[in-house]
Structures are given as C-alpha cells and as structure tokens.
C-alpha cells in the first residue's frame, strides 16, 4: 500500500476538500469612464485613484519601499567597501595579525559603514522621490463631476469683465457642454490638482520644493 495515499479516500467533508486562499489585494486604482480628453485608442476606461488621501498614502508607501530596498542593496556594498578599505597592509598580513590589530580593524570597519550608510540613506531617498514622482504627477485621481481645471476658472473670471448682455448667451453655452465637455470628467492628473487639493499639494508640493533647491 502506498503510504502517501489518503487513509480514507471517501472523506468529501469541507476540511477535506475545501481549498482556502489569502485574501485577494484590493486595487489601488478603480476603472473610470475615460473624458473627452482622453486617447480613444487607449479604451473607454481609465484607472484613477479612489480619491486624492489614497493617492498620497499609495505616494508615501512606493517612496517607503524603494528607501528599503535601496539601503538593503547599499548595505551590502558598504560592508564589502568598509572591508577593502579597513585590511591590514600587506605586511601586517605575513607576520599575522595581533588582537590590537583585529580590534583597529574592527572599530574601522564601523566607522567606515557607519558613514557609508549616512550617504546612501541620503541618496536612496532622493532616488525613490525621482523614481515616484514621474508615474504619480501622471496618475489619475477621481473627483467628484463639475470640478473646476485652472483654464475653466479662467473662463469664469473672464465672463465677468464680459458685457452685461452677453453673459446670459454664454452661461448657456457653458450649460449645454456640461455633458460631455471638460466640466464632466470624472478624474484629472495629480498635477493638475495640485493648486487645489491639499493631499496633493503636500506631496507635489514639498516635492517640487525639494527640486528647485
């Protein structure tokens, strides 16, 4: 008798025969109507962020995991420098090494990981702000219909240096495109956002700061 087969091959109960799985990760991003302006080639769907708060904790997140992975990496290539730069000469290396000498050693090799690690932790962030920051500005975030773009609040202001009789004319115009034009969509770029929303002004924002300086 095979000693890998079942002891009682007829047990169909739940425990038997249910199969459980993780739970599945729930999407980031969401499918969204695509806007007039968007690329009908691309489909009649877009991905965007459920809102602007989910949109910078998924920001904060990308930035925390690409620091870790980067100061893992850098971790291993300073302990190979720290070791380079902190060997007996060669000398040292032919008569055998004294406990004086292990000890020298072992306090240079701290020192020079030490410093190693306080430059790439610097560097590491910088490179996961670059590498966020590009998809992000770029990424969708949904928004409520009727939201404003900077060029529509041009237009607004605009309508009020127009003569008297022809912002009636206008303003009917304007309705009539609520529908389909720029005033319906449903989800603009985190760049476009950025004056208006305080979750993406704080990471843009800092952000582009941080560049210019």
Known sequence: ??????????DYSPSSTVIEFDRPVP???GPLPAGPSDDPSAGHYVLAFRDSRAWASSFVACERKIVEQCEEGARIG?????????????WKALVGPTLSDLKEREQCEVREMAD???????KCVGFARDK???PFKDARIRVEEGVLR?????KLIGWTSMPESERSLWLMNQIGLLGGGDLG?????A???LPFDNYVQCILGERKQGTEN
Do not use: Y
């Not at 300073?78 to 060669?90: D, E, G, I, L, Y």
């Not at 190693?116 to 610097?122: I, R, S, T, Y």
């Not at 969509?185 to 770029?189: A, I, K, L």
């Open 27 to 29: 999407l980031l991003r």
């Open 116 to 122: 190693c690690l306080a430059a790439a932790k610097q």
């Open 191 to 193: 760049s476009e956002l």
């Open 150 to 154: 900077s060029k529509d609040i041009g």
């Open 1 to 10: 008798m095979d000693a890998s087969a079942p002891n009682n091959v007829d």
């Open 78 to 90: 300073c302990a190979v420098s720290a070791s380079r730069n902190c060997k007996p000469t060669w």
């Open 132 to 134: 966020c920051l590009v």
């Open 185 to 189: 969509v449903t989800s603009f770029r």
